[in-house]
C-alpha cells in the first residue's frame, strides 16, 4: 500500500485513519479530477480498507457515499474523523452545500460548509442520521470554512470534545481568523459551543486536526498549506506549547493524520500530490499516491518520523557500489565505501548502473568544519541532471532539489548533520523517499529525470560515505 493510487481517473486524498480492535482501518477522500468535480467543491467520498499488520490490506465497502440530488452531501463527503463509543462508531464529516447561485458561478455562489454525521456498528456499514447536517457555522464564523470534525472524549470528566476547522467573521487581526472551533458534548448529540480550542491569530485556517496522547503527552495536530503541524502539551486540553520544530514529517506528504497501531506504535497516513503537466516544477495539484509514516517520540516529548518496517517497498539482494573519483579528492578503495573531500572547493564520486526504481543505504559520516555534503540521485552525464539531496550542518537543513535548483523540497531544524548518520531512500516511479537517521522523513514527486548514476559530493570540507547498498525494487 505504500505509494499506492487507485486506477486513473482516481486518486487519493485527505486520510482519515483510526484503530479498532486489532485493525487498523484506513478511510480516505476518493478523488476524482483533483478536487475538480461539481466545479472545484470537491465531490469526494470515503473509501475504506484495512489491515491487522500493514501488509495484507481488506478493502471495505463506501463508507459514505455521495447524498442524493438535493440531500446536503450531494457535492461531497470531506474530510472529518471516526469516533468509537460503547460499540458505536461515529463517522463525522463535512459537507459543501449550495445556497445560492448557480454552481457552475464561482464567483457569485454561496457555499456554505456543514457537518453530518454517519453511525455503524461494526464499522464498515455506516447509515446517515436523519438529522444531517447536525451543526452549521454559529454567528461570527465563515460559512466558508467549517469542515474537518475530529472528535475526542475527556476521561477525567467523560466530556467529548469536537474540533472543528473554522475562521472568526470579522476576524480580530486582520488575515488571521484561523481557529479550532471548540464544541463540549456529553451524549454526543447535543453540542455546546466553547471558546476555540487554537487560534485565532494564525496565519491560515488550521485543518484537518487530529488529537491524541501517547506516553502521558498529548498533542494536537493540524495542517498550514497541507503540512501537518503540532502542539504538545502534559495536560488534556493544553496549554499548548509549540516545538523548536512543529513538523514531524517533510512538506512533500500532505493531509497527515495518524492512529494507533498495536501497542505503543502510531502509523500516520496522507498524500503526495499531482504535479500538472508531468513536471518537476509543476503546480501541485490536489491529491495522488498514499504515502504512510510511522511516528517516533523522542524523550524530550517532539515528535518525528521514519518509514514503516512493514511497509517498505520489498527488493532484489542488495549489493554495494563501486564509486571513482569525477574530480580529485576522491578516495574509494572498495565497493560500498568512499571518501570524498571537498576542501579544494567541490569534489565528487560516482557510480554507475543504478535502477531508477531502487533502495540506496549508506551511512554519512562529516568531517569537521565541512559546510555541504550528500548524494545526487538518478544522476545524468558529469552532474548534468539528477536529484541533490544537500545537508547543511550549520543551517539545520536538508534540500532534495533538482540540480538545477528548479524544483526543490527542503527541512529545516534537522539536528545531528554534523554527525555520522544513516540515509535510507527509496525511488519509485515518480517518487524519492528520504528516511535520515530513522527519525525524519522527506519526499518529493520528480516526474522528470531517469538517469542511472549515484552521486557523492562533499563542499569546502569532507565526508566518508559507508555501507552504501542497492537494491533493485522487486515487481
Known amino acids: 500500500m505504500q505509494y499506492w493510487k487507485p486506477a486513473e481517473p482516481y486518486s487519493v486524498g485527505d486520510a482519515m485513519p483510526f484503530w479498532s480492535r486489532g485493525t ?10 483533483h478536487h475538480s468535480r461539481f466545479e472545484g467543491l470537491g465531490g469526494h467520498i470515503w473509501a475504506h480498507a484495512s489491515s491487522e499488520d500493514l501488509i495484507h490490506w481488506q478493502p471495505h465497502p463506501l463508507a459514505v457515499p455521495l447524498g442524493e440530488p438535493g440531500a446536503c452531501d450531494q457535492y461531497g463527503i470531506c474530510t472529518g474523523s471516526v469516533f468509537e463509543h460503547e460499540g458505536v462508531y461515529y463517522a463525522f464529516y463535512a459537507t459543501r452545500t449550495l445556497d445560492s447561485g448557480a454552481l457552475a458561478d464561482r464567483q457569485e455562489r454561496r457555499v456554505t460548509e456543514r457537518l453530518c454525521l454517519s453511525t455503524s456498528h461494526d464499522g464498515i456499514h455506516f447509515t446517515k ?19 474537518d470534525p475530529f472528535v475526542f472524549r475527556e ?15 470579522p476576524a480580530p487581526i486582520a488575515g488571521r481568523g484561523g481557529c479550532l472551533a471548540h464544541f463540549v458534548s456529553r451524549d454526543l448529540e447535543h453540542w455546546e459551543l466553547r471558546e476555540p480550542f487554537l487560534g485565532p491569530g494564525l496565519p491560515e485556517v488550521p485543518e ?14 493540524f495542517l498550514q498549506g497541507g503540512w501537518a503541524r503540532y502542539r504538545m502539551s502534559r495536560e488534556p486540553l493544553g496549554p499548548w506549547t509549540c516545538p523548536a520544530v512543529d513538523t514531524y514529517d517533510g512538506p512533500g506528504v500532505f493531509a497527515m493524520k495518524t492512529a494507533a497501531f498495536g501497542e505503543g506504535r502510531r502509523i500516520g497516513a ?98 569537521a568544519g565541512v559546510t555541504d555534503f550528500g548524494v545526487a540521485l538518478r544522476g545524468v552525464g558529469a552532474y548534468a541532471q539528477g536529484y541533490e539531496l544537500r545537508c ?84
Open 24 to 33: 487498523y482501518h484506513l478511510i480516505y477522500l476518493l478523488d476524482e479530477g
Open 392 to 475: 547543511t550542518p550549520a543551517l539545520r537543513r536538508v534540500r532534495l532539489s533538482r540540480l538545477d535548483r528548479r524544483a526543490a523540497v527542503e527541512d529545516l531544524g534537522f539536528t545531528g548533520l554534523d554527525r555520522p548518520f544513516t540515509l535510507d531512500v527509496v525511488m519509485k516511479g515518480d517518487l524519492i523517499d528520504l528516511c535520515l537517521d530513522g527519525r525524519r522523513c522527506l519526499l518529493a514527486r520528480f516526474p522528470e529525470v531517469r538517469g542511472n548514476r549515484l552521486f557523492l559530493f562533499a563542499e569546502n570540507g569532507a565526508a566518508l560515505f559507508q555501507d552504501v547498498r542497492v537494491a533493485g525494487l522487486a515487481g
Open 155 to 169: 476521561e477525567a470528566t467523560g466530556e467529548f470534545h469536537l474540533l472543528v476547522t473554522a475562521c472568526l467573521d
Open 208 to 221: 484537518c486536526p487530529d488529537y491524541f496522547e501517547w506516553n502521558g503527552w498529548y498533542y494536537l495536530t
Open 129 to 147: 442520521s436523519p438529522s444531517n447536517p447536525f451543526l452549521s457555522p454559529p454567528p461570527g464564523y465563515a460559512p466558508g470554512h467549517w469542515r
Open 270 to 367: 496522507g498524500f503526495v500530490p499531482w504535479r500538472q503537466e508531468g513536471r518537476d516544477d509543476g503546480g501541485q495539484q490536489y491529491a495522488g499516491n498514499l504515502v504512510f509514516r510511522e511516528l517516533i517520540q523522542h524523550p524530550d516529548g517532539t515528535l518525528g518520523s521514519r518509514f514503516p518496517a512493514e511497509l517498505v517497498p520489498t527488493t532484489a539482494p542488495p549489493a554495494p557500489p563501486r564509486f571513482h573519483g569525477l574530480t580529485a579528492g576522491v578516495q574509494a578503495d572498495r565497493p560500498g565505501l568512499a571518501r570524498v573531500d571537498g576542501r579544494a572547493g567541490f569534489a565528487l564520486a560516482l557510480a554507475e548502473g543504478i535502477p531508477a526504481d531502487a533502495r540506496i543505504t549508506l551511512r554519512l559520516v562529516p568531517e
